[in-house]
């Protein structure tokens, strides 16, 4: 799966940013979706995942450490999920990737990118007074 993630930027503490993750010949709806992050001189950070769609369900899981400020979702007429990040802070910086697996059931994304078999190229998100 060919997966496309942009939407980085630099941005002021405090301030919001929108990733969004397409894959231009695959139904994302079908596919457990995962953002992760990875810092300079850090190991890969999972951040928060959504579970295929079914139905009116929607499940997605966080890391600690983003809950109450970002938010995943998906627009299915544009295949696309979105990462809304609010609330950034200079810990936020690192690059962004989007992954994917097939999955079904409740998705994991915190010491989990072993689950995960496709990768987009990362988008830069910087957070910096």
């Known amino acids: 799966v060919q997966l496309q993630a942009s939407g980085g930027g630099l941005v002021h503490p405090g301030g919001s940013l929108r990733l969004s993750c397409e894959a231009p010949?695959?139904?994302?709806?079908?596919?457990?979706v995962g953002w992760f992050r990875q810092a300079p001189g850090k190991q890969r950070e999972g951040v928060s995942c959504?579970?295929?769609?079914?139905?009116?369900?929607?499940?997605?899981a966080y890391a600690e450490s983003v809950k109450e400020r970002f938010t995943i979702s998906r627009d299915s007429a544009k295949n696309t999920v979105y990462l809304q990040m609010m609330s950034l802070k200079p810990e936020d910086t690192a690059v962004y990737y989007c992954a994917t697996n097939d999955l079904q059931g409740p998705c994991k994304v915190v010491f989990a990118a072993h689950e995960y078999s496709d990768w987009g190229q990362g988008t830069q998100v910087t957070v910096s007074s």
């Open positions: 010949d695959h139904t994302l709806d079908l596919k457990t």
């Open positions: 959504i579970s295929p769609t079914a139905g009116r369900s929607v499940y997605s």
